[in-house]
């Protein structure tokens, strides 16, 4: 299997971090690409009836 490019999903969790780190190391193996993609919460908003 070739891996060329690695998307890894960061936030604001220590899980981020191991996650961050692991697919790193991952792409220094393959010799691939890293993408990151910071993942945030959606907000809600009230509806105003408008």
């Known amino acids: 299997m ?3 490019r690695i998307l890894i999903g960061i936030d604001d969790s220590k ?3 191991y996650a961050t780190s ?7 193996t393959f010799n691939a690409h ?4 910071h993942i945030v919460e959606p907000a809600v908003t009230p509806d105003t009836g408008s």
């Open 2 to 4: 070739k891996i060329s």
């Open 15 to 17: 899980y981020a971090e």
């Open 22 to 28: 692991y697919g790193f190391d991952l792409a220094k």
């Open 34 to 37: 890293v993408a990151l993609v």
